[in-house]
């Protein structure tokens, strides 16, 4: 048999195997890894958000134009403590142990949040400028307050 051949019945037996291999079971829940990822992605587009939505409304961007990314914050900040879930605790993260010891006071965190993303979303749609910019400044204020309890400071880096 040459090397070509050899090669061609390699492949023909490992597309066999493949064919006939159990498929892997995918567990019903996400890891508490995927749980961080998840939450730390959506942590970073939530700072792209709120930039975008201060500099836009800065220019005198019209409100409902801005309806979408106000609107977008919102869901996050319902979504928001639902990752933070008992099986991340010890993961790999900048979320302070405090987050899972002192649950009443996250949720509080996370509400104050929700409240003010929901303000934010409303004045949007409804083309309300001192609303939304009041409500752009208790999102922002909710975003330090939760991390001034509950988020450590990143490593330093090295050099
Ligand atoms: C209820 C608490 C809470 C609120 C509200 C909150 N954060 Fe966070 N944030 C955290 C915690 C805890 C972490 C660390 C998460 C981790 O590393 O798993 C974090 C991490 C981050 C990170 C780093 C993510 C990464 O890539 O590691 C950024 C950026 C961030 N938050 C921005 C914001 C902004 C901007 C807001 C408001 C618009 C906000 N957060 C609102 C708790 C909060």
């Known amino acids: 048999m040459n090397a070509a051949r050899l090669l061609l019945a390699g492949a023909v037996?490992?597309?066999?195997?493949?064919?006939?291999?159990?498929?892997?079971?995918r567990p019903a829940a996400p890891?508490?890894?995927?749980?961080?990822?998840a939450r730390q992605?959506?942590?970073?587009?939530?700072?792209?958000?709120?930039?975008?939505?201060?500099?836009?409304?800065?220019?005198?961007?019209p409100l409902k134009n801005l309806a979408f990314p106000a609107g977008g914050l919102a869901k996050w900040a319902v979504a928001l403590p639902t990752l933070f879930a008992d099986s991340t605790k010890g993961a790999k993260?900048?979320?302070?142990?405090?987050?899972?010891?002192d649950r009443?006071?996250?949720?509080?965190?996370?509400?104050?949040?929700?409240?003010a993303t929901k303000a934010l979303a409303v004045a949007a749609a409804a083309d309300d400028k001192p609303a939304f910019d009041a409500a752009l400044a208790s999102t922002g204020a909710a975003c330090k307050g939760c991390?001034?309890?509950?988020?450590?400071?990143?490593?330093?880096?090295?050099?």
């Open 31 to 37: 890891s508490a890894a995927e749980l961080v990822a």
């Open 93 to 101: 993260s900048e979320a302070k142990p405090e987050v899972f010891t």
């Open 104 to 115: 009443a006071g996250f949720n509080a965190k996370a509400q104050a949040y929700i409240d």
């Open 13 to 25: 037996l490992t597309s066999a195997v493949a064919l006939y291999a159990k498929p892997v079971a």
């Open 41 to 61: 992605s959506g942590m970073d587009m939530s700072a792209s958000a709120l930039t975008l939505l201060k500099n836009a409304s800065s220019n005198k961007v």
């Open 147 to 159: 991390h001034d309890s509950y988020k450590a400071a990143p490593p330093a880096k090295p050099g």
